[in-house]
């Protein structure tokens, strides 16, 4: 809706295979979108294309990536770019050739309540203690929206949550994980109906600023969502989100005192997107793509997703040798997820 709204932006065209693609933008847009099969279709009909918002599985997420920055045409992406840190890092350097942008879709950092915790913590001046926590439940009555499996929505899942933990705390400074085998190994089709165990991940990370334990659990049917705890001296803010696809149910954010009084209900708390919010960083991002100079900037967007997928490798190799792991990785560690 921020790109449709934005008056900076002029949508050429869906490509797809499937032609029947244009009828998901039917109910935000009165005209009808031209579908193409190929990005060379696409640049026949509009050659001066600045930006692709993909919307690929994860199967081929990485390709489509490639693809695009290849035919000189910037990327807007979900994370990760790729299944592994060294292949997420080929695709940057990719970027970084052809001076064009990979730039991730982070929906934490568009959130109001995100945007009202991180203020609490800069007017706290330092007062946060060292027993941050989260908790996402993911449900397994929907594995994502393109039929991810459990692996790959964990995975998303966590590199999300660990890029507020950065945006929050700062650099993450050493990891220590326990993770079901199903997020170690990469199957196909694994079977989660007979999965026993509801906690499928536990890790944590010591951030320059805090310690924060991150969550991931399985749940049935609907009941998946999230849940985020930042502690205080004088109390803890406590963020209640529903689950991902949950476009009807607000986010609750509260106020809880150690006292043990009723908790306090943050108020003007949106149940969507600031789009406004939204609508800036595509003007900026719009900015950059047109003046390069800005590339500072851009680096360090590139930065965010990496540093966040290099956390849940380091996690990942945590978990296998059962230690504590360092960042940054070095060496052989950059090509684990």
């Known amino acids: 809706e921020a790109l449709i709204n934005n008056s900076q932006i002029q949508i050429a065209g869906l490509i797809d295979m499937d032609r029947r693609a244009y009828r998901a933008w039917s109910d935000v847009r009165s005209d009808r979108l031209s579908v193409y099969r190929d990005i060379p279709a696409l640049q026949a009909d509009h050659p001066d294309t600045d930006l692709v918002l993909l919307a690929s ?13 290849s035919y000189g045409i910037n990327v807007l992406s979900d994370v990760p770019y790729a299944a592994t840190l060294a292949a997420t890092d080929s695709l940057l350097e990719l970027a970084e050739k052809h001076s064009l942008l990979i730039i991730p ?4 950092r568009i959130d109001p309540a995100y945007h009202t915790i991180l203020t609490e913590i800069a007017s706290k001046n330092g007062t946060v203690l060292p027993n941050a926590r989260t908790e996402c ?3 397994l009555s929907n594995n994502g929206q393109f039929g991810e499996s459990i692996r790959e929505l964990a995975v998303r899942t966590l590199i999300s949550s660990f890029d507020w933990g950065r945006w929050f705390f700062g650099e993450a400074l050493s990891v220590s994980a326990d993770l079901h085998p199903l997020l170690l190994v990469e199957q196909e089709g694994i079977a ?16 320059e600023r805090a310690s924060c334990t991150h969550q991931i659990s399985l749940a049935r ?3 998946g969502g999230e849940r985020l705890q930042v502690t205080f001296e004088e109390g803890t803010l406590e963020l209640t989100s529903p689950p991902p696809l949950n476009t009807t149910d607000p986010a609750t954010l509260l106020w809880r005192t150690k006292s043990g009084v009723e908790p306090i209900e943050i108020p003007d708390q949106q ?9 800036a960083r595509m003007n900026r ?7 390069y100079w800005l590339y500072q900037e851009t680096a360090t967007v590139s930065g965010m997703v990496r540093s966040a997928q290099e956390i849940v490798a380091a996690a990942m190799i945590s978990s296998r040798s059962q230690s504590k792991v360092r960042l940054p990785l070095i060496g052989s560690n950059k090509l684990v997820i």
């Open 57 to 69: 599985g994860q199967d081929s997420q990485s390709r489509d990536i490639e693809n695009a920055l």
């Open 105 to 108: 879709i982070f929906p934490h």
């Open 137 to 139: 439940r993911l449900s």
């Open 192 to 207: 989660v109906r007979g999965l026993r165990e509801s906690q499928i991940a536990t890790i944590l990370v010591q951030y």
């Open 221 to 223: 049917g609907q009941t």
């Open 271 to 279: 149940s969507r997107p600031d789009l406004s919010i939204h609508q």
């Open 285 to 291: 991002m719009l900015a950059t793509i047109s003046s």
